[in-house]
């Protein structure tokens, strides 16, 4: 469901700027970054928690320590673009570990994921064992990443200033 756009102080932008740096600063330090005292900050972190703009906090971890060398962009199209042959596909795909990312797309395909494995063996099984056993699916295309430009999870906080 889509959210009504909030509006933020200068503060609050600060505090996100700040946490989306850094999510395991302290709540002294993070107060003094802003400008604020320790319990009008902690308040208003509890507030944007209770609001839902920030939705939780987590560790980024890389990858590449993990042995998932393969970053694949995999584009699906589907045999009808309904009601139910959506939700199949979603139900399907919702709790693949190895599938990032999910959109819905415009354009030439239905679905846009990003999948990350550890060799091309490991993403040949889940295109066989996966992705082309779900019913609804008509057409798969992969791109894979050769290498990572640019990765953030920081979202842009500009357009909310003045």
Same mark, same amino acid.
């Given at each position: ?12 932008? @600060?505090?996100? =700027? ?9 709540? +002294?330090?993070?107060?003094?970054? &802003? ?8 308040? @208003?972190?509890?507030?944007?928690? +209770? ?6 906090? &987590?560790?980024?971890? =890389?990858?590449? +320590? ?21 939700? *199949?596909?979603? !139900?399907? *795909? ?24 550890? =060799? ?19 057409? *798969?295309?992969?791109?894979? +990443?050769?290498?990572? &430009?640019?990765? !953030? ?10």
């Amino acid at each position: 469901m889509p959210r009504t756009r909030q509006s933020f102080d200068s503060t609050s932008i @600060r505090i996100l =700027d700040t946490l989306q740096a850094d999510s395991e600063i302290s709540n +002294a330090d993070l107060a003094d970054a &802003v400008g604020l005292s320790p319990s009008p900050c902690w308040r @208003r972190v509890a507030d944007l928690k +209770a609001q839902g703009v920030i939705r939780g906090s &987590v560790a980024l971890v =890389d990858p590449l +320590a993990l042995g998932l060398a393969v970053n694949v962009f995999v584009h699906v199209s589907l045999k009808h673009q309904d009601k139910q042959s959506l939700e *199949i596909f979603d !139900t399907a *795909i919702r709790e693949r570990p190895e599938i990032m990312e999910c959109y819905l797309m415009s354009g030439e395909s239905d679905y846009l994921l990003r999948v990350v494995v550890e =060799d091309l063996i490991k993403f040949q099984e889940f295109i066989t064992e996966v992705l082309t056993r779900i019913p609804v699916v008509a057409n *798969i295309r992969s791109s894979f +990443a050769l290498s990572q &430009v640019k990765y !953030t999870t920081a979202l842009p906080t500009g357009h909310l200033k003045g």
